[in-house]
């Protein structure tokens, strides 16, 4: 679920084809606050020009929300990134499953999970509790060893 961050310039909408309407209830808080904003329904991954110099034509105070299929996060949240926004300058809601790398402790092998709370590693056999610690630069979790 999205938070209305007040005090903020500009709010930038962006989505897939598949509008989330937690984004029709903050746009609604926009129009009442009279708040600027742009919103975008992309539907293709050839629109990703436009999103990149839509991005880069941001002045400081524009804030960013993102929803659709984890994909489509992911790939807005790079370019968003790349033209200078940071983490605390938006939030994203992905809408379907997700699937998130795990990293086993013991070998280091790459695992899959989706929504499991414990995974047996594919590398070495090792029975894994699926962490919160998150790793930017691996992209992915932390799997420890289940204590039994």
Same mark, same amino acid.
């Given at each position: 679920?999205?938070?209305?961050?007040?005090?903020?310039?500009?709010?930038?909408?962006?989505?897939?084809?598949?509008?989330?309407?937690?984004?029709?209830?903050?746009?609604?808080?926009?129009?009442?606050?009279?708040?600027?904003?742009?919103?975008?329904?992309?539907?293709?991954?050839?629109?990703?020009?436009?999103?990149?110099?839509?991005?880069?034509?941001?002045?400081?105070?524009?804030?960013?929300?993102?929803?659709?299929?984890?994909?489509?996060?992911?790939?807005?949240?790079?370019?968003?990134?790349?033209?200078?926004?940071?983490?605390?300058?938006?939030?994203?809601?992905?809408?379907?499953?997700?699937?998130?790398?795990?990293? /086993?402790?013991? #070998?280091?092998?790459?695992? !899959? *999970? %989706? &929504?499991?709370?414990?995974?047996? /590693?594919?590398? #070495?056999?090792?029975?894994? !509790? *699926? %962490? &919160?610690?998150?790793?930017?630069?691996?992209?992915?979790?932390?799997?420890?060893?289940?204590?039994?």
């Amino acid at each position: 679920m999205f938070s209305y961050v007040e005090g903020k310039r500009k709010l930038l909408f962006c989505t897939d084809s598949e509008v989330d309407r937690n984004l029709y209830i903050l746009v609604r808080q926009a129009l009442d606050e009279n708040v600027t904003f742009e919103f975008h329904i992309l539907e293709e991954e050839s629109e990703e020009s436009f999103v990149n110099q839509w991005f880069h034509k941001q002045k400081m105070g524009a804030y960013l929300y993102i929803s659709g299929k984890e994909d489509f996060v992911k790939r807005i949240k790079d370019v968003a990134m790349m033209a200078g926004f940071t983490e605390h300058d938006m939030q994203s809601l992905i809408n379907g499953p997700v699937k998130k790398k795990l990293i /086993c402790c013991t #070998c280091h092998g790459v695992n !899959e *999970v %989706s &929504d499991q709370t414990h995974v047996v /590693c594919v590398h #070495c056999g090792q029975e894994l !509790e *699926v %962490s &919160d610690h998150y790793s930017r630069r691996l992209d992915a979790y932390l799997g420890y060893v289940t204590i039994k």
